[in-house]
């Protein structure tokens, strides 16, 4: 088996909902988005994912890309709390940070790994995770930003179909709609991470950041954010 072969593999591996790092207990903001009457049926769902990847998807997948690339994570780390405003996201980043960590070492152990635990014992961004991780399974930046791209808008898609008894065809369908965007986001999402850390986008989504917020502090919720 050839090493693009292995790469193709390994995206898949990564791609998985089955990989256990910690995703299907986060809606990804679709929780509150629901409760508002924002997202009620299956066009809604689109514009939802299609808001998100086009804002904290673009900059998530960055950051991935960057890690792939072999970047600093220390300052990858440092950019995406930048880039963050609100607690309660840098706090579940952080966790499914810990935990994509957990699946990542188990699947493909490496010095890289090791390092990236010990400097962050509490967690580190898990796109910044998913990055060194797609690095040691020999995956590009492009397949990493590829798989944050995914992971942006088949969260909540995920999320609708529990929340609402959303016809999963439905869901399926609007994620197979998105598929340019998909493409397009990774694309961007590279060619700003070889442009350095400077150079990440910033692109933000205020309401999610204040609906997070909000999320946090139910007393009752299905998902942790």
């Known amino acids: 088996m050839d090493a693009h072969t292995n790469g193709r593999a390994a995206l898949l591996v990564l791609a998985d909902g089955r990989f256990p790092a910690g995703g299907h207990a986060h809606s990804g903001g679709a929780e509150a988005a629901v409760k508002a009457g924002r997202i009620t049926d299956a066009a809604g769902l689109a514009a939802f994912c299609r808001g998100r990847l086009h804002t904290t998807g673009l900059t998530a997948a960055a950051l991935a890309a960057a890690a792939a690339l072999g970047l600093d994570p220390a ?40 390092a990236l635990a010990t400097a962050f014992p509490r967690g580190a961004h898990q796109p910044i ?71 990440l986008p910033a692109a933000s989504a205020p309401l999610l950041d204040i609906t997070a917020e909000q999320h946090a502090a139910w007393p009752v919720r299905l998902f942790a954010s």
Not at 86 to 109: D, E, F, T, Y
């Open 129 to 199: 995770v998913l990055g060194v991780a797609a690095r040691a399974a020999g995956l590009g930046p492009e397949d990493a930003a590829s798989c944050v791209a995914y992971e942006t808008v088949s969260g909540p898609a995920t999320a609708v179909v529990r929340l609402l008894g959303l016809d999963p065809f439905q869901a399926t369908a609007v994620l197979a709609r998105l598929a340019p965007d998909l493409d397009l986001i990774a694309a961007q999402a590279a060619s700003a991470a070889r442009q350095g850390i400077d150079a």
């Open 75 to 114: 300052e990858l780390d440092a950019a995406a709390d930048a880039r963050t405003p609100s607690p309660a996201l840098r706090a579940a980043a952080r966790r499914l940070g810990r935990q994509m960590m957990r699946a990542a070492r188990a699947a493909w152990p490496c010095a890289e790994l090791d």
